[in-house]
């Protein structure tokens, strides 16, 4: 399901596979309230990690008009492009008022924290973030009171109107139930996809942040991509792959959102297409997305570290070589892949030496990680 690039849906237009009618009115991507924020946020998030064009960029300007108002932005991403761009957009437009900025520090340290938002802010040519997280938390000390005294300033400052982190390593559920006792975290970001319905620990922390709702956004939807063999070619009659696992993490109420990089106009319109269609994937389609799941288990990384990294016996960095392999390898974001890579520190790329048969042996998911880590040491360097 699609929506042209040269047509447009319109309110109470019945929706079906096939091409539109040119019609005055776009359908508006549904929205949910974002935990104790009490706004509404679109379903579908757009994600910054992507280039974007530092002029113009006609994708923000396509999901605009759509309701996709909200734009997932960090300090690091593209390199450092991706707020400048966002800025650029917004100040030719003149649509902040009508624009959800969030962005990221990767910086956790309270002083730190305050002067990336300070950057920021200038990047952006906006006074104020919508949302600021903390980027890629793992350590849950980082949540101090030195950093909640900055964080209520800020706030009062109107620097920022919420706050919150993202995560995705191994330790997404203890993050997840932290949060859920920190009255002043108002949203996390976490890798939330397909694979993942029937881990009960997560669905526990999740159960324990929604109730004490915080507003809950998904990223890393797709499962890992390099999971996508060729072989599984449609979900459904009606959906495609990439488009079926944001269904199914729109089936789960309690989660506010999901965050999605659109690297083309094709990929916004097929997303916005998945998610003006408010009807629920059936019991059978999740039977088979679950199917699916088990069968390609061994091709998806969890980032879980402590495990294979510990087994290995060396300071390696699994996970996010991983990522970044994924990167490279899907994505198509060579250079940035590349960059990410080769700054780790040298002996969280050295393999020399290192059991990586361990290292497999204990990925509680079969991931072939020998395999991997010696492609990411021949792609990345």
Known sequence: M???RRDTLILGTALGVGPRTLQAAPLQVPRRVLGKTGEKIPILLMGGSLALDPRFDPKLAECLKYGVNYIDAADCYSGGMCEPAVGA?????????????????????????????????????????????????????????????????????????????????????????????????????????????GNTELNAAIDKAHKANVGLIAMKTQGSAVSFEDKWQKFTGKWNKYQSVLKAVWNDDR???????????????????????????????????????????????????????????????IGSTMRYLMYHDVYGQTELARELYRK??????????????????????????????????EVLV
């Not at 949302?131 to 620097?159: I, N």
């Open 2 to 4: 699609k929506i042209s």
């Open 255 to 317: 989660i506010s959102a999901a965050v999605s990089a659109m690297d083309s106009l094709d990929k916004v319109h097929d997303n916005i297409g998945a998610a003006v269609d408010k009807t629920k994937l059936t019991q059978a389609e999740m039977h088979e997305l679950h199917k699916f799941a088990a069968d390609t288990r061994h091709l998806a990384c969890d980032g879980c570290d402590h495990l294979c990294g510990a087994a290995s016996g060396a300071p390696l960095q």
């Open 89 to 197: 957009f917004l100040a030719r437009l003149g649509v902040r008022s009508k624009y959800w900025i969030t962005s990221k520090s990767d910086e956790h340290d309270p002083k730190a924290f305050e002067a990336t938002l300070n950057e920021s802010l200038e990047k952006l040519k906006t006074s104020y973030v919508d949302m600021y997280f903390l980027h890629m938390l793992q350590d849950p000390k980082y949540l101090s009171d030195d950093l909640k005294a900055v964080v209520t300033r800020l706030k009062k400052e109107k620097k920022l109107r919420f706050f919150g982190f993202s995560c995705h390593h191994g330790n997404v559920a203890p993050l997840l139930e932290t949060a859920a006792a920190t009255p002043w975290v108002d949203a996390v970001m976490f890798r939330y996809n397909f694979r993942q319905y």
């Open 344 to 377: 780790l520190p040298a002996e969280a790329r050295r393999l020399e030496g290192v059991n990586l048969m361990a290292a497999a042996r204990a990925c509680p998911n079969g991931v072939d990680i020998e395999k991997y880590l010696r492609r990411a040491d």
